[in-house]
């Protein structure tokens, strides 16, 4: 192998290095990137999550008071029969 192609080989051989290590800082940063999308997700799931929460406690509220209200309801009905009131 003459000189010439030895340095053509060398020299491509560095290129493929460098090129390579574009590559993984490349690769580096999309996980960087990938890793703070997720971080940021998890933040926003967490408080999608809070508001389902106080959602569903809101509603079971809204559900014991409906139970309650008939109650009372149902009370006043018996007192009006009981008073024959119409």
């Known amino acids: ?3 010439n192609t030895e340095n053509a080989i060398v020299n491509a051989l560095g290129d493929i290095h460098v090129t390579l290590d574009y590559m993984k ?3 580096s940063d999309m996980k960087n990137d ?3 999308v997720k971080k940021s997700f998890n933040v926003f799931s967490g408080k999608v999550l809070d508001k389902l929460d106080t959602l569903d ?3 079971t509220e809204a559900i014991d008071l409906k139970k309650e ?3 009372h309801s149902l009370d006043i009905e018996a007192i009006k029969k009981h008073l024959n009131i119409q």
């Open 25 to 27: 800082n490349d690769l």
């Open 57 to 59: 406690g809101k509603v």
């Open 69 to 71: 209200i008939e109650k």
């Open 34 to 36: 990938v890793s703070d």
């Open 1 to 3: 192998m003459d000189k």
